[in-house]
């Protein structure tokens, strides 16, 4: 039965609390006819999420009508009215709110949703924002509903029988669009999408938050094959991915061939998409953003952003200091729903600074008011501008050192300083310039050498652990051949040194074997640049497995390359005679023998000068 007019003193009472629909199902209009006809009312607790709205309801002159109290910060309404205490902001998983209604820990007095028409059946479709709604509907003494003719019918677990609503109001009115993400610091942003597509694999599952750089991520995902999405949220650039064939959820182990999601919000293009749509199932976040469903889908990646990050992995993502900004949201949720994916990897990405380029956004210590909404323990991945930091199974300063390598040059130097003030960094750990440029905008380069994958990057400082373990796995044999001796020992002093490289002027570059954040080097190559003749030595090892397979040739080529481009006019390498297999790869290189003074030693040399054979 659909009223005309509600009469809210009888439906109402001062003091009383009530939970409005969220996202792009605010019932705004139903809300506005309660702001003109409250008559005698008062003192009425709002509880919400974020929600697609002016929030008019939380401007001062209604602040003796309604008191807000909501879960997330959306908006510049609700977020000044928080931090001018007007209104309350109660941090809570998004996972957890429903617990928080049905165990009568915020008991609903009434909940004002947005619905579509009802079926023949009598039931009635939550559209575009099932997540806490559900709850609220089904725990509230009272439910008043907007019917809305334009809202979507969406399918999963998104209905609501009539017999289960209180009141109706039909008012026809357009949902609210959320307009695309603003392309501020475009080539920042775009380079982060870059290395966060990076992280994914084909037949991943995704999770993506909102903003910017999530949807720059997912534009640079349209080579990839057979995605899934189990996610909180969905956006338009996951309707384009769909519309290609990109998402199409045939590897999901969890709702296999379905999208699993519990709100969207995006374009008008979107809600039609998701109407009556059995591709695209509603859920509640209870069982959306539950951990253990969220690690039922394998190969779990979870894309979330940051205001800032510690060196040791504390993420930042709610506040500013002292001013709250936003709110958990679904980060941890899924966050440690990735971390117990089989294949799972939680992402956290961010610029390497602010706006203006002020300040960095990778901290040694988190600013005073700040709280930390993930642990350190659940991050497995920081992504910036500048490359991915892998912090899973690191120590502090492990952590330190990769999460500084992502920093902004700019700012490296005194994070390693301050870093020194409160973790056991040794004096001889050295955070040297570690970018090289010539290896292409991502910074390595993915190789695949018989059959198996490898990345060809620079040594990082971040690398000392695993270079001790590279030495320590060579027979005599090798240590033989390379170094004209058989050293003992790689102190932790001495591998911080052979890490600690001027990447602009000397070269260090090695080939790793990565499968999540499990790393292992395989081979090593360097040259050391000799000022007085523009020149450089150049030197290599590789993983006794690996030898024979072409590993050393190909960073050789990486090196001769790169030592080309910096204009170096030639490359020499000291070899002994008896290592046929390593003279092989430099004349295969175009590096000619010379006469040696060292017996049983061969020199090398490249004449890099243009016009040179």
């Known amino acids: ?64 009508l309604f008191k807000v109290n909501t879960f997330f910060i959306g908006g510049g309404t609700i977020r000044k009215a928080v931090n001018e205490g007007r209104a309350d902001y109660t941090p809570s998983f998004i996972s957890d709110i429903p617990n928080l209604f049905n165990n009568g820990i915020l008991p609903l007095d009434a909940a004002l949703i947005m619905v579509a028409p009802g079926d023949k059946y009598g039931y009635h479709s939550m559209g ?16 008043i509903a907007q019917v809305n003719p334009q809202m979507p019918v969406t399918y999963g677990q998104s209905f609501l029988h009539e017999n289960q609503i209180n009141y109706f109001w039909e008012h ?130 979870a894309i979330n952003s940051a205001i800032e990050v510690d060196l040791t992995g504390q993420i930042v993502s709610d506040s500013i200091g002292h001013q709250f900004y936003s709110g958990i949201g679904g980060q941890v949720d899924f966050s440690r729903g990735a971390s117990l994916s089989k ?10 600074t602010t706006n203006d380029g002020k300040v960095s956004r990778i901290v040694p210590f988190i600013r005073e008011g700040a709280g930390v909404v993930t642990t350190r323990g659940h991050v497995h991945y920081v992504v910036t501008e500048f490359g991915v930091a892998s912090l899973r199974g690191k120590s502090i300063r492990e952590r330190a050192m990769e999460l500084i390598r992502v920093a902004h040059p700019k700012f490296r130097s005194h994070l390693l300083q301050e870093v020194r003030k409160h973790y056991w960094v040794p004096h001889y750990q050295q955070q040297t310039p570690v970018d090289v440029p010539e290896l292409g905008d991502i910074g390595f380069k993915k190789l695949k050498i018989n059959g198996e994958n490898f990345d ?39 591998s911080c040194n052979l890490v600690s490289v001027d990447q602009s ?30 020149s450089c030595e150049v030197a290599f090892v590789t993983r006794e497995k690996y030898q024979g397979r072409g590993m050393a040739g190909k960073l050789l080529d990486e090196m001769i390359r790169i030592a080309r481009e910096r204009g170096l006019d030639s490359m020499q390498a000291y070899v002994l005679a008896a290592n046929k297999p390593m003279l092989s790869v430099f004349e295969r290189g175009g590096f000619k023998r010379l006469p040696s003074e060292e017996p049983g030693e061969v020199l090398l040399k490249l004449d890099l000068k243009e016009g040179s054979e």
């Open 1 to 64: 039965m659909t009223e005309t007019k509600i009469n809210w003193s009888n439906v109402l009472k001062s003091g009383q609390r009530i939970f409005i629909g969220s996202h792009a199902a605010v019932p705004t209009a139903l809300i506005d006819d309660l702001i003109e006809n409250s008559k005698d009312l008062h003192d009425i607790e709002i509880v919400q999420l974020m929600t697609l709205s002016d929030n008019k309801w939380a401007e001062p002159q209604y602040q003796q």
């Open 128 to 143: 575009v924002s099932v997540d806490v709604v559900a709850a609220a509907a089904k725990s509230a003494k009272t439910v």
């Open 172 to 301: 026809s009115s357009p949902l609210p669009e959320l307009a695309p993400p603003e392309h501020d610091n475009s080539k920042i942003i775009e380079r982060i999408g870059q290395y966060i597509s990076l992280l994914v694999e084909d037949g991943a599952t995704l999770q993506v938050g909102i903003g910017n750089i999530c949807a720059a991520a997912l534009r640079y995902l349209s080579n990839h094959k057979d995605l899934g999405i189990h996610s909180e949220l969905i956006t338009d650039d996951i309707m384009h991915l769909m519309l290609k064939g990109v998402i199409n959820n045939r590897k999901k182990t969890f709702h296999p061939n379905k999208i699993v999601t519990s709100f969207c919000m995006g374009s008008k293009a979107l809600y039609d998409f998701v109407d009556h749509n059995p591709h695209v199932g509603f859920y509640p976040s209870e069982y959306v953003n539950s951990p253990a469903n969220v690690a039922r889908n394998d190969k779990l990646v």
């Open 343 to 352: 294949g799972g990897k939680p992402v956290i990405a961010l610029p390497s």
């Open 456 to 494: 060809l990057r620079p040594l990082y400082p971040s690398d000392e652990r695993r270079l001790q373990e590279f030495f320590y796995s060579h027979t005599k044999e090798t240590l033989q051949l390379r170094y004209n001796a058989v050293p003992t020992s790689m102190s932790r002093e001495k």
């Open 505 to 534: 002027k000397d070269l260090a570059l090695c080939i790793v074997h990565q499968k999540g954040s499990a790393v292992q080097i395989q081979a090593v190559g360097r040259y050391y640049y000799i000022e007085s003749q523009n």
